[in-house]
């Protein structure tokens, strides 16, 4: 079946951890997308990608890196400088963000221990 | 599983009822919006889109209106059922340069019997 998968459900960290999230698609999506949800509110952006080899900081980029060395992957690494980085965190993927729904996945769940 | 929405804006309807849901959204020129809903501890899932040269557009049992003078999304379900109790999310593409998808505050929509 063709979708997008996170992985994993859930992630425990330490303090001071480094963690990578991981996202894959094969739905030869060119667009994807990160956000963070915190209890109580939206969802933020983190980080995009509109294209192989290129991405854009979000809104709340700050604690966070991306790669994009494939179309189907976009790994999101949480660093120790997120000062807060519990939360749930959904990528999310599209043809075309100007005229085509994004599908997510079903989120990580990151909890600093 | 996950809760969201623990502190968003709730709108309670009773079942058979019609429910709507609103969004303001950001950017005059963003031209492409989506309604998602988003169960507890899931990703979202699309529900409908409309692009910004339409006022209205239907499916199955839902309409969204797009007032673009103000600014304004709307979500109208006909004959709620528990099924639709969720949080709603509008979201636009934020055109300019690069495409992003951002996403409006959300509702809790809490179907009673």
């Known amino acids: 079946d063709g979708g997008i998968t996170q992985s994993p459900k859930y992630l425990f960290r330490k303090e001071g951890q480094n963690v990578t999230l991981s996202c894959e698609q094969n739905l030869n999506h060119d667009a994807m997308y990160w956000y963070r949800q915190d209890p109580g509110q939206g969802l933020r952006l983190i980080y995009y990608?509109?294209?192989?080899?290129?991405?854009q900081k979000g809104d709340i980029a700050e604690g966070y890196s991306v790669s994009r060395e494939k179309k189907e992957s976009f790994p999101l690494t949480v660093t120790s400088a997120q000062k807060n980085p519990t939360a749930f965190y959904l990528c999310?993927?599209?043809?075309?963000?100007?005229?085509?729904?994004?599908?997510f996945g079903q989120g990580t769940r990151l909890t600093v221990v | 599983g996950e809760s969201v929405g623990l502190h968003l804006p709730t709108l309670s309807v009773q079942e058979g009822d019609n429910s709507i849901i609103n969004c303001a959204y950001s950017n005059s020129a963003s031209d492409y919006f989506i309604w998602y809903k988003q169960e507890s501890g899931k990703g979202p899932q699309f529900i409908i889109d409309i692009r910004s040269n339409m006022d209205k557009r239907q499916g199955q049992r839902v309409t969204v209106l797009l007032n673009k003078t103000v600014k304004h999304l709307s979500l109208q379900i006909a004959a709620t059922q528990p099924g639709d109790s969720a949080v709603y999310f509008c979201a636009e593409n934020y055109a300019g340069g690069y495409n992003k998808l951002i996403f409006g505050a959300g509702t809790r929509l809490a179907v009673h019997p």
């Open positions: 999310a993927s599209s043809i075309d963000p100007r005229t085509d729904q994004a599908f």
């Open positions: 990608s509109q294209i192989v080899n290129d991405f």
